[in-house]
């Protein structure tokens, strides 16, 4: 998928945002979700990257491909999910990388893909390598307790040459408390969030005696009916690092995802 594609698409979706902000009431739980976070066919969602001093740094394009279901083996229970297109891009609009991620729900919690956690960079020292991924999503309840705690997620890549093991490089979120709910306004709108502290760690184990790792602080703010509206990254000091805003949120990408489709079948 070409690069231009996705800097129209930030485009479009800056223009729609910016004409008409709107206040969301607090979503009512659903006891089943029909897709994650809302997300239904032809969603088409942008983030945009901040420094700590509030200066943009890049974005994030994310386009749903499509819904499907999936059943356990004794197919006695159901799970919806949704395979989401997501490009990083710098603020020229030059694509930086391009990843595929599958988001899930059943019952009454959603599931976002431990991918979405790992740094590209992380992997770039390994290329030509053999790279076997081993994802624990990060559940996301429609109604959690404030005070509560959320399991850990995240994701783990084995490393190996056709010969032997050569590292374990990983990402983990772990100590997930749900610590309030606040309203967060962005360019879409206002939405009442809840609001989840975490620990993020990214490192490469080299072997057992050689650990290179760091840890931040991350604070998530997600409205259950859109999801991921705002996250914050820490680092040691406290200082704030990063933020990702959700700044467009547009279901009228359908003609350019069937456009799309119908090219590369001919």
Known sequence: ????????????LLATVNLQAQTLPAPAPAADCPHP???ADNTARTFTL???RGETTGYVHQRVVSLNTEQDKKKDQTTNTVLLKS???DTKGRLLYLRDLTFRCRQDTAFTDGLDQLKPAQLSSFRDRLLTYTPTPLAWPNQPTVGSELPGGGMLVDVRSSAVDIAKVYATVSKRRVTGQESV?????????YKVEAQLESGTVARADLKLASTVRVVDYYAPTVGLVK???YDKKGRLEQVRILTGLDQSAGSITKETSKRKKS
């Not at 306004?185 to 969030?193: E, H, K, N, S």
């Open 87 to 89: 490009g990083a891009y």
């Open 37 to 39: 976070f809302g997300l």
């Open 1 to 12: 998928m070409s690069s231009s594609y996705f800097v129209a698409l930030a485009t479009g």
């Open 185 to 193: 306004t962005t360019p879409v709108g206002t939405f009442l969030c």
């Open 50 to 52: 901040q420094d700590g």
């Open 231 to 233: 996250s914050e990254v």
